[in-house]
């Protein structure tokens, strides 16, 4: 028996070595279809209904900038992702990600990765200045028995953004902000 014949997948069942390999295969057609090119085409293909966001990467940093936004536990729709990543895009140029590390274990591909762009606008209604952005971000992605994502976390510096951005942080709110529980990965009853 290998590895993978003891890992279960969302219905309980074995995640075989082939399934490991299509998730990775759909993390990075995601990171690059969709995100990088927007082509937003694919994403019903990629993406079940019902899929749930439970961590941003910046969800911190938008949290403590804009009053309304939450983006933990939310449902990650074509139409919302489509309308919050075309603002977000429509400030950047020459935006590229590189996947650094990824490895999929079960029903889960976890991945690290460099992103690259240039802010040419106001971040999360901000002023900031225009400059080369380089920063990381980590993920883990569950995907259920037909290669789709069910659940999303990921996580990235905020304050290193913030500084490169120019944008001042107040660093008692982060402070605080931090000591707010983190929702579960792998808890949601999605896919299951």
Known sequence: ???????????????????????????????QEVIV???????????APGAVTLRSANSTMQRLVLADFVADQTPLS???????????????????????????SGDT???????????????????????LVRTEEVGFVRFDND????????????IELWMQLGIDVNLSAYVQEQQRPTPEFG?????R
């Open 78 to 104: 074509r139409e919302g992702f489509e309308r919050a990543w075309s603002q977000v895009m429509s400030s950047r140029a020459n935006h590229r990600r590189t996947i650094e590390t990824i490895c999929a």
């Open 187 to 191: 808890g949601s009853s999605n896919g």
């Open 37 to 47: 090119s927007g082509d937003f085409t694919v994403f019903d293909e990629l993406v």
């Open 1 to 31: 028996m290998s590895a993978a014949d003891h890992v279960s997948s969302p219905s309980g069942g074995p995640v075989s070595t082939d399934a490991q390999m299509r998730n990775s295969a759909n993390f990075e057609r995601f990171q």
């Open 109 to 131: 591909v976890a991945a690290r990765w460099s992103i690259e762009w240039i802010q040419q606008g106001q971040y999360l209604g901000r002023a900031c200045r225009q400059t």
């Open 147 to 158: 290669g789709r994502i069910i659940e999303c976390w990921f996580m990235s510096d905020p």
